[in-house]
């Protein structure tokens, strides 16, 4: 894959925001061009907190060669400030939640934005595609998870618990008794589960953002909410009336993406740009350097790719 070439002597890095949506409090990761070519927007996975993603933001902007500015932004009371007076968020608040942001933020603005999503982030980069078309150029869905696979024993034992009140509860409990361990010992405790492939970045993120009852009780809600909308199969007529805008990465072992969607998109929707990682990483790719290093770069690719397209179509 082609390397960009940048002027950078050192890695420019994210800056923290926070901001007001729709009456809610939601985290920002941003890097601002100061010559912008467009404005990419990225949505993350579930959990929904964009620390987990600061390095492959500072590796696309890179990639990119500081030309985009880039905004991640965090699903709502999904992080440690972001409490929302214990409010639980379903799958369509989200999406609304992002389409506020970017009429808030972007609406004035006349540079080409680039949706990104990651997971059901890929999903509900779709939905805004859909409702904001005239303002969208180029989509790219990672490791998208568009409709339940049926034969993922991870997906059944998550709706399980989801559905489940008493468990989602306890699994928030227990998460939050972690979290209110000594920062030492939690953080010792965490990089042991997790393992040692995850970065600094990763570890820091669940540390101070995710071990909270409220952010795991919105993740464990939302979740519920997905395996409700997604039993449905993916708006085939909008990929196809828009397959040269869009491009799809999947992983090659990959439960919520798996290559049997790969197979049915690349059937339903011929000619749409598809590819497949076959370097061994995970669904999290953020959370390992490398992860976050070779998605960047394929990321900044077919955007340069897609943008070029649109300007000469």
Same mark, same amino acid.
């Given at each position: 894959?082609?390397?960009?070439?940048?002027?950078?002597?050192?890695?420019?890095?994210?800056?923290?925001?926070?901001?007001?949506?729709?009456?809610?409090?939601?985290?920002? #990761?941003?890097?601002?061009?100061?010559?912008?070519?467009?404005?990419?927007?990225?949505?993350?996975?579930?959990?929904?907190?964009?620390?987990?993603?600061?390095?492959?933001?500072?590796? #696309?902007?890179?990639?990119?060669?500081?030309?985009?500015?880039?905004?991640?932004?965090?699903?709502?009371?999904?992080?440690?400030?972001?409490?929302?007076?214990?409010?639980?968020?379903?799958?369509?608040?989200?999406?609304?939640?992002?389409?506020?942001?970017?009429?808030?933020?972007?609406?004035?603005?006349?540079?080409?934005?680039?949706?990104?999503?990651?997971?059901?982030?890929?999903?509900?980069?779709?939905?805004?595609?859909?409702?904001?078309?005239?303002?969208?150029?180029?989509?790219?869905?990672?490791?998208?998870?568009?409709?339940?696979?049926?034969?993922?024993?991870?997906?059944?034992?998550?709706?399980?618990?989801?559905?489940?009140?008493?468990?989602?509860?306890?699994?928030?409990?227990?998460?939050?008794?972690?979290?209110?361990?000594?920062?030492?010992?939690?953080?010792?405790?965490?990089?042991?589960?997790?393992?040692?492939?995850?970065?600094?970045?990763?570890?820091?993120?669940?540390?101070?953002?995710?071990?909270?009852?409220?952010?795991?009780?919105?993740?464990?809600?939302?979740?519920?909410?997905?395996?409700?909308?997604?039993?449905?199969?993916?708006?085939?007529?909008?990929?196809?009336?828009?397959?040269?805008?869009?491009?799809?990465?999947?992983?090659?072992?990959?439960?919520?993406?798996?290559?049997?969607?790969?197979?049915?998109?690349?059937?339903?929707?011929?000619?749409?740009?598809?590819?497949?990682?076959?370097?061994?990483?995970?669904?999290?790719?953020?959370?390992?350097?490398?992860?976050?290093?070779?998605?960047?770069?394929?990321?900044?690719?077919?955007?340069?790719?897609?943008?070029?397209?649109?300007?000469?179509?």
């Amino acid at each position: 894959m082609e390397k960009a070439n940048t002027e950078f002597s050192q890695k420019i890095k994210c800056v923290d925001r926070r901001c007001i949506i729709s009456s809610f409090s939601v985290d920002l #990761l941003e890097i601002l061009s100061k010559k912008p070519s467009m404005h990419v927007f990225f949505i993350p996975g579930n959990p929904g907190i964009v620390s987990y993603y600061r390095d492959f933001i500072e590796d #696309l902007f890179e990639n990119l060669g500081g030309n985009a500015s880039i905004t991640a932004i965090s699903h709502t009371a999904q992080g440690r400030k972001a409490v929302a007076n214990g409010r639980l968020f379903s799958l369509q608040e989200q999406i609304d939640h992002k389409v506020d942001f970017i009429e808030q933020e972007m609406g004035t603005s006349v540079i080409p934005v680039v949706l990104v999503g990651h997971s059901i982030g890929a999903y509900i980069g779709l939905e805004v595609f859909k409702r904001m078309q005239q303002k969208v150029k180029v989509y790219v869905g990672l490791y998208p998870f568009l409709t339940l696979n049926k034969d993922s024993s991870t997906q059944s034992i998550t709706g399980m618990v989801a559905r489940s009140p008493i468990l989602s509860g306890t699994v928030s409990l227990l998460v939050s008794l972690i979290g209110s361990l000594p920062a030492r010992i939690s953080e010792t405790l965490v990089r042991r589960l997790l393992g040692p492939s995850w970065s600094f970045t990763a570890i820091d993120a669940t540390c101070n953002h995710l071990l909270e009852y409220h952010t795991m009780h919105n993740v464990l809600y939302m979740a519920m909410t997905e395996f409700r909308e997604l039993s449905a199969e993916p708006d085939w007529v909008f990929l196809r009336q828009k397959k040269d805008q869009i491009a799809f990465l999947f992983g090659d072992d990959d439960h919520w993406g798996p290559l049997t969607h790969f197979e049915e998109v690349s059937r339903q929707v011929p000619g749409i740009d598809l590819s497949i990682e076959r370097e061994g990483l995970t669904h999290g790719f953020s959370c390992t350097v490398a992860g976050s290093i070779w998605v960047a770069r394929y990321v900044a690719d077919v955007i340069r790719n897609k943008i070029g397209a649109e300007m000469k179509s």
